[in-house]
T-cell receptor
Framework: DVKVTQSSRYLVKRTGEKVFLECVQD?????MFWYRQDPGLGLRLIYF???????EKGDIPEGYSVSREKKERFSLILESASTNQTSMYLC??????????FGPGTRLTVT | GENVEQHPSTLSVQEGDSAVIKCTYS??????FPWYKQELGKGPQLIID?????GEKKDQRIAVTLNKTAKHFSLHITETQPEDSAVYFC???????????????FGQGTILTVHP
């Protein structure tokens, strides 16, 4: 079974703080993704990575950056957290075809 | 980019009834159509998918049907049970041309509630 883990289930941060969300997959997948999930908006792609040190912007990259130093780990960084970044963050890795395997999510609250 | 519309946004059924969720997409070149289920407190999980050379696929109580001409596909759940209560998402890959890296564009989600 593919396992995707995320570093925190719940996180509360203050406006202006730098926030790191970590994601680890154990299936040697090359492609990894970060989404945010908001009610009525579905899953929106923030960034994705197709190899170590390779990354591309998704649909809503503003205010975020990412890091992929090792194949199994993909990090999402909020350089200066703002209240409009309060959301559920989901990490996924891609299998051999288009199927994606998701972690349990991190619910981030920025106050 | 791909435009994906999912309906309804909420669906409430009695246990044993059928449930149908529909997804429409914009790019006629799309060739892969998955459905994901997200239970409370968990990430989405792939439950069924269909490729464009097939019109229907069944797996026990769930099925997906595809109408490429009309550019829509639907999730059908028969004999619903309370454990089917979840949020369901459709998804479509970007257009077939170019490099997509396996990206998916997701629908807005449907909250399904099955009442005992």
């Amino acid at each position: 079974d593919v396992k995707v883990t995320q570093s925190s289930r719940y996180l509360v941060k203050r406006t202006g703080e730098k926030v790191f969300l970590e994601c680890v997959q154990d299936m040697d997948h090359e492609n990894m993704f970060w989404y945010r999930q908001d009610p009525g908006l579905g899953l929106r792609l923030i960034y994705f990575s197709y190899d170590v040190k390779m990354k591309e912007k998704g649909d809503i990259p503003e205010g975020y950056s990412v890091s992929r130093e090792k194949k199994e780990r993909f990090s999402l960084i909020l350089e200066s957290a703002s209240t409009n970044q309060t959301s559920m963050y989901l990490c996924a890795s891609k299998g051999p075809f288009y199927e994606q395997y998701f972690g349990p999510g991190t619910r981030l609250t920025v106050t | 980019g791909e435009n994906v519309e999912q309906h309804p946004s909420t669906l409430s059924v009695q246990e044993g009834d059928s449930a149908v969720i529909k997804c429409t997409y914009s790019d006629s070149a799309s060739n892969y159509f998955p459905w994901y289920k997200q239970e409370l407190g968990k990430g989405p999980q792939l439950i069924i998918d269909i490729r464009s050379n097939v019109g229907e696929k069944k797996d026990q109580r769930i099925a997906v049907t595809l109408n490429k001409t009309a550019k829509h596909f639907s999730l059908h759940i028969t004999e619903t049970q309370p454990e089917d209560s979840a949020v369901y998402f459709c998804a479509v890959p970007p257009h077939a041309g170019g490099t997509s890296y396996g990206k998916l564009t997701f629908g807005q989600g449907t909250i399904l509630t099955v009442h005992p």
